[in-house]
């Protein structure tokens, strides 16, 4: 892995990819528990097994229900994880005590990941299409809103992300700067 001394200038790739996966995991996440709350409430007992069991589908509504109307919070909690992990890149680039080569490479990489994240956005949107995960991934608007332009996203992120390195290139030494 590409390093310096406090922080990756592959964060963005690493950015792109867990945008990609933890949206993926919620929504398939709430898909399932979905799915379990749909099979345990449609469950249909006699009379005999409620007085025995007790009224499964009103116990599963009780419990699998409840957490159900909980798990629409994923939906905000993937966008905060994205946006906070893209702050993330700044100020790490703001805070890295290398020699200014290493924007050279950060470039080169942010234009990689431009590149890569055109595929990653196109298959995202095939997601979308799917008859099982598409309509719990439709439902994530912000988060659709950054996969559907991640290459722009990307490229604000990694411009930005380069001024913040720039800028923790010129501090002054006795700030904990490279002093250029």
Do not use: C
């Not at 431009?114 to 912000?142: C, D, H, R, W």
């Amino acid at each position: 892995m590409i390093t310096t001394k406090k922080g990756s200038v592959i964060d963005i790739v690493i950015w792109m990819v867990l945008a990609f996966t933890i949206t993926i995991f919620f929504a398939g996440w709430m898909w399932g528990f979905g799915q379990i709350t749909d099979t345990l409430t449609g469950i249909v007992q006699t009379e005999a097994q409620v007085e025995v069991v007790g009224n499964i589908s009103q116990i599963a509504e009780n419990t699998f229900g409840q957490v159900d109307s909980a798990l629409v919070w994923l939906r905000i909690i993937s966008f905060a994880i994205i946006i906070s992990m893209s702050l993330s890149i700044f100020i790490s680039n703001f805070f890295i005590k290398e020699h200014p080569l290493v924007l050279v490479i950060y470039i080169l990489v942010n234009i990689m990941a431009v590149i890569v994240s055109a595929f990653i956005s196109n298959e995202y949107e095939k997601l979308l299409t799917n008859a099982i995960l598409g309509p719990e991934l439709q439902a994530f608007t912000m988060t659709n809103f950054i996969m559907a332009f991640l290459p722009l996203v990307t490229t604000i992120i990694g411009i930005f992300g380069a001024l913040f390195l720039v800028v923790g290139f010129t501090r002054d030494r006795s700030l904990g700067g490279a002093g250029l």
